[in-house]
């Protein structure tokens, strides 16, 4: 229940802020943050409870994003139902991923996820409709009910599916789904002889993290007005969906939120005071010093704290 | 505590007053007029935009020796774009929302400029176009004027075309890098060439990212087509030049080049050297060509771009560029506003004095009045940069009005002419 | 598109020199990743550092091929460290060492992409030499020299390391610890030395194939990105651990890129080596050649 009374109230705070006077920019950047808590969330469904670390993430955003895509153009379907097709293209991908490299084992299932985004990437290149190398510039319409302005209404709409890419990866965690994959993060084979259906929760959970990362991908398109394929499957998504669950703790559905904010602040800070190079190392040095030292994660740390301090 | 109010209150007034008095005494002068782009500094486009951004400079520099416009100095904010057209959109809403210019300039290059099209449209801002290529075709802005001095697909290809129909050749390659610029050129040429009665024995894209084309080089010359179109984008440019000189195009082929971008920068031509000759291709400037202003101005580039180890000849986009400013200063100072819609009826109905000519803008905000060259690479020697000082390194084939020399073919002969 | 029997046979040989070179550039990771099991994803981004380094020594005039061998010594010592470090985080811990040495991987890639941004900038850096640019003519073929030397180096490379791990002690430790390292403790020999001088060979092999990237090619940092699908194609296309078997597979993925640029054009190109994978991790995982 007091989850469902803060989600409310972030939601309510995101309207009011959006109603408010306040700068443009604000929401611009804000879609940015949004966008990484989602990816880190829908991430470590798979990568956190289940141990199956996915590079691919740019395969799935960028799904989410040209499904969008293909949706306006043949159509000029509403945001929600660009969201909606670019979620169910890329669950169907997540299964399709999980059916191919399941079997085999953690490495080999993370490289195979990576041949997917240059593969992908390639069919975006040799599909003029979907605008190749080129890209694609679209209109977004002027003025937008209630909000004024395209971006906030933006803004609103990602906090909304920030909200349920969190509330899907509680449920998971919480649910026979969530158990079965810890089973099989701890250790597969004694999952697969205690009698833990091991393929079907793994298909379900490749299933749910895709949707949520095309999720994520999904309002890019009307976000930028613009959309190519290189920086849209560009693996910069992949480290960022990895490090923030490392760096916020994979065990629990606030890990990534947690590391999600604690990145993003940290990432705008680096760019404002020395470069925005530099940031993106930041990204890199952190994920690396975290999986050395702190696997579980700032959670991990907090309950360490906590235990020692009794 | 009275006493203490009161001692308050008055140094507070007196600051105050101050203040007052010294931001009223400053006002008329106080806020600058901001103008801001971003423009490529790193990347493939990099070698031009380093150049064009040192033009705009000087610009703003000269503008503001002079007391700036309408009694207000220019403030030039500028961000680098590393040519990826993914980081415009972005730039641009910062420009606009956070450094809250009043003015936009396009990057350099239709690839970063496409992108940030719908943007503007959106914002009614107005856009001074930098040497794109028909990127206002979809969109239909009505507050973009382009500086490039072409304007279609045929004009651009005329030159080359008539060079090529006069070796008596029937059969054409298209080899275009799948990115605005040369998408939109082929799209428009493609036409063109059907309409000439030649036959299209070759039709290809490639990626932006490719690196090696000895396997297209190869399939051209299979193709045994004997003119080979190319529209590329500088790395691309040069990695085919280098392959044609590796790989050979073979002997039938009469006449190549035609929309490569990056044989104009001064480091990349020097660097190919030899390579580039025979070599048929656009420019908007070729020593020899009766434009004193330019001349003038290139003189104090030169010695700044020397100081900067940036492309010290600066035949390309630097005069451009600064035309930009002398357009923007015209406007300005004739309209006595930077309302971008005001200046927009501005630029539509005049024509601009600037040290490139005179500049008129069709209703698509594209130039009215064209003047494209199309040059051919003779006798270019490797590591010399001056040499392209001398007008006979690139001979003039066309318009008329410019032409310095005849056109020779094949290809082979050509490569090895004096 | 054409049928010409010419420009195909060109596209073959192309695709044969090509083929040496992508072998030579995943030897390393034959060697890391086939023998040793380590998750290698950084293997690519080192390579781009050795080519990097060809860079910078050739400021100073130096052929890259020289630079390639002069630059293996200083590779073999990072490597040694590399192994060293994630033996004791990692392995040694036996924790998650899936999840966490493979993300460790992946960042070390990503901080080298990105320190060579902040180094020397997203520009294209290439290698001058006399032999680049220039191709051997034989009747109506031209074999571009860059490649032809590439392709060499690599098949010395190929039967050096081929027999070093046939022939020698070392060699053959390396080969048995990675089948059985219980055995070899029992026979007196420590695994970890042998996985560090293996880990330590697998990269300064690395750097030669680095210089010789330069040769074939401009690099840029984020070229480290499809090299990792060339690479562990040719690795799993050989079967985890052969080196015989990588030179067949790295002449496999180069017929394929090269038939497949010739036919269909270049914006397919670099999908080939990606798709290969896939088709070999779901049709036979344990590759052509493998155990």
């Known amino acids: ?310 | 505590m009275d006493m203490i109010r009161r001692k308050l209150l008055g140094v507070t007034s007196s600051v105050v007053l101050v203040a007052g008095l010294a931001t009223g005494g400053n006002a008329l002068a106080a806020d600058p007029i901001k103008i801001g782009m971003s423009m490529p500094q790193t990347g493939g486009l990099g070698g031009g935009g380093k150049a064009a951004l040192l033009a705009l400079q000087i610009w703003v520099e000269d503008v503001n020796a002079k007391g700036g416009l309408l009694g207000r100095k220019i403030e030039f904010t500028y961000y680098d774009d590393q040519s990826n057209p993914a980081n415009t959109p972005g730039i641009y809403t910062k420009l606009l929302d956070v450094d809250k210019v009043d003015l936009l300039i396009a990057p350099y290059a239709t690839g970063p400029t496409a992108p940030i099209m719908p943007l503007v449209k959106q914002r009614k801002k107005l856009l001074m176009g930098n040497f794109s290529f028909q990127v206002n075709s979809k969109i239909k802005h009505d507050m973009w004027f382009n500086n490039a001095p072409w304007n279609t697909a045929e004009d651009w290809a005329k030159g080359f075309m008539e060079a090529g129909k006069a070796s008596g050749a029937k059969t054409v390659a298209i080899l275009a890098e799948d990115g605005e610029f040369a998408q939109n050129l082929a799209d428009g040429a493609r036409p063109y060439f059907k309409k000439l009665g030649l036959d299209i024995v070759y039709d290809q894209n490639y990626p932006p990212t490719t690196k090696d084309f000895s396997s297209l080089v190869r399939t051209i010359r299979a193709s045994k087509a004997e003119i080979v179109f190319i529209a590329s984008y500088p790395g691309a440019s040069a990695a085919i030049v280098n392959s044609i000189s590796e790989i050979g195009l073979g002997p039938q082929v009469q006449i190549v080049g035609g929309a490569m971008v990056g044989l104009q920068f001064t480091p990349i031509a020097v660097n190919l050297g030899s390579k580039l000759n025979g070599i048929t291709n656009y420019h908007v400037y070729v020593p020899g060509m009766p434009l004193p202003g330019v001349e003038t101005f290139l003189k104090r580039y030169t010695e700044r771009a020397k100081a900067e180890n940036i492309d010290q000849l600066g035949y390309y986009l630097p005069p451009f560029n600064y035309a930009i400013g002398e357009m923007l200063e015209q406007a300005i100072n004739a309209t006595k506003s930077i309302d971008d819609r005001k200046l927009a009826d501005y630029f539509r109905k005049n024509e601009m004095k600037t040290i490139v000519g005179p500049v008129r803008f069709d209703a698509n905000g594209e130039r009215a009045n064209m003047r494209l060259v199309t040059a051919q690479f003779r006798g270019i020697k490797d590591k010399d940069q001056e040499q392209f000082r001398n007008s006979g390194k690139q001979v003039v084939l066309s318009p008329a009005a410019d032409k310095t020399g005849d056109f020779i073919y094949p290809y082979s002969k050509a490569a090895d002419a004096k | 598109m054409f049928f010409s029997f010419e420009l195909l046979f060109e596209a073959v040989l192309f695709g044969l020199m090509l083929g040496c070179f992508y072998a030579a550039v995943s030897l390393g990771l034959s060697v890391a990743f086939g023998l040793l099991d380590v998750p290698h994803v950084a293997h690519p981004a080192l390579l781009i550092v050795g080519s990097y380094g060809a860079y910078m020594l050739g400021g100073w005039g130096i052929d890259p091929l020289v630079s390639g061998f002069l630059l293996m010594p200083i590779f073999f010592l990072i490597g040694m460290l590399l192994y060293r470090f994630y033996y004791e985080t990692f392995e040694s811990r036996g924790t998650a060492a899936g999840v966490n040495g493979l993300a460790f991987f992946f960042g070390v890639a990503f901080i080298i992409e990105v320190l060579l941004v902040v180094g020397f900038g997203v520009d294209q850096r290439s290698a001058e030499a006399d032999y680049i640019g220039e191709s051997l003519r034989l009747g109506d073929l031209r074999l571009p020299y860059r490649l032809l030397i590439a392709a060499g180096v690599a098949l010395v490379l190929t039967v050096a390391l081929s027999n070093f791990f046939s022939r020698t002690f070392i060699g053959r430790a390396i080969k048995a610890v990675g089948q059985d390292e219980g055995a070899l403790r029992l026979m007196g020999a420590d695994p970890v030395k042998i996985k560090q001088l293996a880990f330590g060979i697998a990269t300064s092999v690395n750097a030669l194939a680095g210089a010789m990237l330069i040769i074939v090619s401009p690099v840029e940092p984020t070229m480290d990105r499809i090299y990792i699908g060339r690479t562990f194609c040719v690795v799993v296309l050989a079967g985890m651990g052969s080196m015989k078997g990588t030179l067949a597979a790295g002449l496999l993925l180069g017929i394929t890129e090269s038939l497949v640029l010739t036919l269909f054009g270049a914006s397919w190109a670099t999908a080939v080596s990606f798709g290969l994978l896939l088709v070999m991790l779901g049709v036979r995982p344990q590759g052509l050649f493998g155990r």
């Open chain 1, 1 to 310: 229940m007091k989850y469902w009374i803060v989600s409310a109230l972030a939601m309510l705070s995101a309207v009011a802020l959006a109603l408010s006077g306040a700068n443009e920019y604000l929401f611009f950047a804000g879609f940015v943050v949004l966008q990484a808590v989602i990816l880190a969330t829908g991430w470590n469904i798979l990568g956190g409870y289940a141990g199956y670390v996915n590079f691919g993430v740019p395969g799935f955003v960028g799904v989410g994003a040209y499904t969008a895509l293909a949706l306006h153009l043949l159509f000029n379907a509403p945001l929600i139902a660009q969201i909606v097709a670019g979620a169910a293209m890329a669950a169907l991908l997540g299964l399709g991923v999980g059916l191919l490299t399941l079997r085999l084992r953690g490495i080999f299932f993370s490289i195979a996820t990576i041949a997917v985004v240059f593969i992908l990437e390639a069919v975006v290149m040799n599909s003029r409709f979907l605008g190749g190398a080129t890209g694609i510039q679209l209109t977004r319409p002027n003025d937008v009910w209630l909000f004024g302005t395209y971006t906030r209404m933006l803004f609103v709409m990602m906090t909304l599916m920030a909200i349920v890419a969190l509330s899907v990866a509680r449920y998971v965690q919480n649910s026979y789904i969530g158990q079965g994959l810890r089973a099989v993060r701890d250790s597969e084979e004694a999952a697969d002889c205690s009698g833990v259906p091991t393929l079907k929760v793994k298909l379900i959970a490749c299933a749910i993290s895709g949707a949520l990362l095309g999720i994520a991908g999904a309002p890019m398109p009307m976000y930028l007005s613009y959309i190519e394929p290189l920086s849209t499957f560009n693996m910069h998504y992949a480290v960022i969906a990895l490090a923030m669950p490392i760096i916020g703790g994979t065990s629990h559905w606030l890990g990534p939120l947690i590391g999600a904010l604690i990145l993003g602040t940290l990432q705008q800070i680096v760019t404002v005071t020395i470069s925005s190079e530099l940031n993106v190392l930041v990204v890199g040095v952190l994920l690396v010093v975290f999986v050395v030292a702190a696997p579980d994660g700032m959670i991990g740390l907090v309950k360490k704290w906590k235990t020692s301090s009794k």
